[in-house]
């Protein structure tokens, strides 16, 4: 093989021609050349331009706490933000998890590497809008592929002003957060910011004692009715025709946990999180949920307040942040955790029946049981950590779990609790 390698113009083009040929002395032979341009030219032949790349390249940095500067690819929408680092490790549903409102003020990492191939669609959302701080992910899928996407991630992501980056080790990254512990982070796609700047932000800001409910809970009532649809409803057992009347505390509320409750037979009322208790025991119900929410339960006394002066005298559920305000309204104390649980992959032991449960969680405090009055059982158990997981007092007529048993995304093992809280609500209807 013969290469003859001739440069016509270093700014213009190389020519490479090769003449192929099975024996020097043969007549058969092919010529082929092939032109690299280096910048674009005009049509007289002068440099009009250097050449547009055909891939995208870093134009994003994800600045620490610690001091460590991650460079990123961009999509979604641009700007500088500023957040809490914590990991997901579910394989799918994140369309699910960017619309969950306990995600306010957070970076959500995604373990998963590939994220994006199924695209969004409307059905899936939790809220109605997005309320993380930003998405970090390893690969961004370059096309989408799934019979209900209406758009890309990418789209998605930048009509609701939302910011994600992605080629960058999140590997290393979750590895830093298991160690260290949950950081803050800003997320920058402005080059007039310099890598100190962002690092100031970073170690100023905080999302301990945060008021973080105030921002996404409702601001007037309004009635549920929606069900889980029949194509998705996996659980119809043990249901009744009776109604229950619920008023539902919105602290961040999902959608889904309406439906379940809903398709479990309750005619919901959802209420902003500042409602005082007394007009919600004008409104008779048979009981009230506590739902899931976003930071610090210990940033909103007035929550803590409304869920001690209801406690004893009407049923009540707690789902995630419920689960925290009733303990400390209980007499209990709260802790922030090192990186927190956020997955759809968490082990738990229902200690009343010795089952364990796969379940999907997402919250960074816990309730310590060690702090809780007589009375009050500890129902179950994280096996990863063995944090309190679940609480009961059948005396004070309460229940409540520190993981999402409506599950989405995430498995279906915890769906029943939601037939337990009937169970609650129609012992009460008898005994009153």
Same mark, same amino acid.
């Given at each position: 093989m013969d290469f003859a390698i001739t440069s016509?113009?270093?700014?213009?083009?190389?020519?490479?021609?090769?003449?192929?040929?099975?024996?020097?002395? &043969?007549?058969?032979?092919?010529?082929?050349?092939?032109?690299?341009?280096?910048?674009?030219? &005009?049509?007289?032949?002068?440099?009009?331009?250097?050449?547009?790349?055909?891939?995208?390249?870093?134009?994003?940095?994800?600045?620490?706490?610690?001091?460590?500067?991650?460079?990123?690819?961009?999509?979604?929408?641009?700007?500088?933000?500023?957040?809490?680092?914590?990991?997901?490790?579910?394989?799918?549903?994140?369309?699910?998890?960017?619309?969950?409102?306990?995600?306010?003020?957070?970076?959500?990492?995604?373990? @998963?590497?590939?994220?994006?191939?199924?695209?969004?669609?409307?059905?899936?959302?939790?809220?109605?809008?997005?309320?993380?701080?930003?998405?970090?992910?390893?690969?961004?899928?370059? &096309?989408?592929?799934?019979?209900?996407?209406?758009?890309?991630?990418?789209?998605?992501?930048?009509?609701? @002003?939302?910011?994600?980056?992605?080629?960058?080790?999140?590997?290393?990254?979750?590895?830093?957060?298991?160690?260290?512990? &949950?950081?803050?982070?800003?997320?920058?796609?402005?080059?007039?910011?310099?890598?100190?700047?962002?690092?100031?932000?970073?170690?100023?800001?905080?999302?301990?004692?945060?008021?973080?409910?105030?921002g996404v809970s409702c601001k007037s009532p309004y009635e549920w009715v929606d069900r889980t649809a029949s194509d998705w409803d996996f659980n119809d057992n043990g249901r009744n025709e009776e109604t229950f009347n619920v008023v539902a505390y919105d602290f961040g509320i999902k959608h889904n946990i309406l439906r379940r409750l809903a398709s479990y037979g309750c005619k919901i009322t959802v209420v902003p999180s500042t409602w005082p208790a007394s007009e919600t025991l004008k409104m008779k119900p048979d009981g009230v949920l506590f739902s899931n929410g976003p930071g610090d339960p210990s940033a909103v006394p007035y929550a803590v307040e409304a869920v001690k002066e209801l406690i004893g005298k009407v049923p009540v559920f707690g789902i995630c942040m419920g689960h925290q305000l009733l303990g400390q309204a209980l007499g209990g104390k709260t802790f922030k955790m090192k990186f927190g649980h956020h997955g759809g992959n968490h082990p738990v032991r229902n200690l009343r029946n010795g089952c364990v449960e796969i379940s999907a969680q997402n919250h960074n405090y816990a309730v310590d049981p060690e702090s809780l009055p007589e009375g009050v059982e500890v129902t179950h158990v994280n096996l990863n950590d063995g944090s309190c997981a679940g609480l009961a007092s059948f005396k004070m007529k309460l229940m409540s779990l520190q993981y999402h048993p409506e599950a989405s995304p995430g498995p279906h093992d915890s769906d029943p609790v939601f037939g337990e809280f009937i169970q609650l609500m129609k012992q009460e209807k008898v005994t009153a």
């Open positions: 016509q113009n270093p700014l213009s083009t190389t020519t490479i021609t090769s003449a192929l040929f099975s024996n020097k002395k &043969s007549a058969n032979f092919r010529v082929f050349t092939v032109r690299c341009s280096s910048k674009t030219l &005009s049509s007289d032949g002068t440099p009009s331009g250097l050449v547009e790349r055909p891939w995208k390249v870093a134009d994003a940095r994800l600045v620490l706490e610690d001091g460590s500067i991650w460079k990123a690819k961009s999509f979604g929408a641009s700007g500088t933000q500023v957040g809490e680092v914590v990991f997901n490790t579910s394989l799918t549903g994140y369309q699910e998890i960017l619309t969950d409102p306990s995600y306010a003020g957070q970076f959500v990492l995604m373990t @998963n590497p590939h994220i994006g191939n199924t695209g969004v669609n409307f059905g899936d959302e939790e809220s109605m809008q997005c309320f993380l701080a930003g998405l970090v992910i390893r690969s961004l899928s370059i &096309s989408t592929s799934n019979w209900r996407c209406k758009e890309t991630l990418d789209d998605y992501l930048a009509k609701r @002003n939302i910011m994600g980056i992605y080629d960058v080790d999140t590997r290393a990254i979750t590895r830093r957060l298991r160690q260290d512990g &949950s950081l803050i982070g800003v997320l920058s796609t402005e080059n007039s910011k310099s890598d100190e700047e962002l690092l100031k932000m970073s170690r100023t800001w905080d999302i301990v004692g945060v008021d973080l409910i105030s």
